[in-house]
């Protein structure tokens, strides 16, 4: 089955060749630890550990690298108004972030590097842009020159004159072009490092660029991803160093989630309109958290309303209630939960396979809960069927990452239904419900 994926380079839906064979290298921009991070910042998070759980189900060796910046002026200001080093700030939200992560049951990615362990090749990295006159020193700092490569902006697709009205940038009298990026800044408050140019700190384009280069040690990766926002001018800059160094985008694929709004107004810590992540994942839980992350197909907008949350709320109840119904159902029939039978997944993989249509995928497991209460429904039950069709929910949700329990019955728990069952063909209802009562305080009805 071939995956194809929507490129930001190339503004079209591509089939995926990996440049080593059954393997896939993958980057994704990680959060700055200043501060707990807000919903929208959890949806990359979300929507590239599916990406890497469905690529590892396709049989492909995933090597996901996402980062920490621990070091940022907001980072020292954090640092300076709490009287800590910027090391402990680091630490605390790097752990409470992590928690959030894990929260959502979402795997670590299989390397987290931060920048402050990067320092070295992060100096020897501008040293080479240096040489190749693809960067230049003004008074202690040093500056990417715009001018020596060639298609700057083409991720983004806007042109120089509009790039100049949108950078985010500083204005610099030091800076050739108002487009030329920091790579090392010179600094007299927080913490800096030694450098041939004086004391200071990199500047925060150069640091992926540096650690994609330096974890992957190839001139191309597979897949760098992240949130839409990042397009211009960070992911323009890190291709521009990659162009200049190594003649190359950086990655093959480049993929960007879309926005997250809060009641339509755009989510930003700096106005104070956020919904942070330990605010959602305690409202509504960590399954139902990343139904709805994963519920609009991830290049599109998210906008999050009271109504959309409780939605998500009651696809989570659904999809429990079916898991718990059908392994219920199988275990008193005698049928292993812990076995494998043949599986349905065609119509949810070709989702997947399509741009990680992750919507497309929930419709799957929609129509596959209604085959479940289907065949509960009916007097004589295909048991085998209701075994495979229990398998694939199973497989789909952790493809998914939805972590959805199941019950084990216990001997006492089988011998419960079985008196419950006898109270009712004895049309005991009073007995009946009372057993009822104990069957749903244990979770299993």
């Not at 469905?54 to 049989?59: A, N, T, V």
């Not at 008193?332 to 076995?339: E, K, N, Q």
């Not at 497309?360 to 809960?369: E, G, V």
């Amino acid at each position: 089955m071939e995956i194809r994926l929507y490129n930001s380079w190339s503004n079209k839906i591509e089939t995926l060749r990996p440049i080593k064979s059954g393997h896939i290298s993958m980057y994704v921009c990680g959060p700055t630890v200043y501060d707990y991070v807000h919903v929208g910042n959890l949806r990359p998070v979300v929507v590239f550990d599916v990406l890497r759980r469905f690529l590892e189900y396709m049989g492909y060796k995933v090597t996901y690298v996402s980062n920490y910046t621990d070091i940022d002026d907001k980072i020292i200001q954090k640092a300076l108004s709490s009287q800590k080093n910027e090391r402990e700030i680091a630490d605390f939200f790097i752990k409470a972030y992590e928690e959030d992560v894990l929260a959502l049951n979402s795997r670590l990615p299989t390397i987290t590097p931060r920048v402050a362990s990067f320092i070295n090749e992060i100096i020897d990295y501008i040293g080479r842009l240096i040489e190749k006159g693809a960067a230049y020193v003004v008074d202690g700092e040093v500056f990417f020159n715009i001018a020596s490569i060639q298609d700057y902006g083409h991720l983004s697709n806007m042109k120089t004159d509009e790039l100049i009205i949108g950078a985010r940038v500083e204005e610099s009298f030091k800076k050739r072009s108002p487009l030329d990026f920091i790579l090392w800044k010179k600094t007299t408050e927080g913490i800096s490092f030694d450098s041939p140019w004086g004391k200071g700190r990199p500047g925060w384009h150069t640091e992926c660029a540096v650690m994609i280069n330096s974890l992957f040690k190839d001139k191309l990766i597979d897949i760098h991803g992240g949130g839409f926002d990042l397009k211009f001018p960070h992911h323009d800059n890190e291709i521009a160093q990659s162009m200049a160094i190594n003649g190359t985008r950086l990655a093959n694929v480049w993929m960007h989630n879309g926005f997250i709004t809060l009641n339509d107004d755009k989510m930003s810590k700096s106005r104070g309109n956020i919904f942070s992540s330990k605010q959602a994942l305690s409202e509504i839980g960590g399954p139902a958290l990343r139904l709805m992350l994963l519920a609009t197909h991830y290049r599109l907008p998210v906008n999050l309303t009271e109504s959309f949350l409780e939605n998500a709320k009651v696809e989570i109840n659904k999809m429990t209630l079916a898991m718990r119904q059908v392994a219920v159902a199988l275990q008193l029939a005698h049928f292993d939960v812990g076995g494998e039978y043949p599986l349905l997944l065609d119509s949810f993989l070709t989702a997947l396979s399509d741009d990680l249509n992750t919507s497309n995928a929930l419709t799957s497991i929609n129509d596959l809960i209604k085959e479940i209460n289907h065949e509960l429904r009916v007097s004589h039950r295909d048991y085998p069927k209701l075994a495979s069709c229990f398998f694939t929910l199973k497989m789909m949700f952790n493809i998914l990452g939805l972590d959805i329990k199941f019950p084990i019955l216990s001997t006492a728990d089988r011998l419960l239904f079985v008196q419950y069952q006898q109270l009712k063909d004895a049309k005991d209802y009073q007995g009946s419900d009372t057993i009822r009562a104990q069957l749903i305080a244990r979770g299993l009805l």
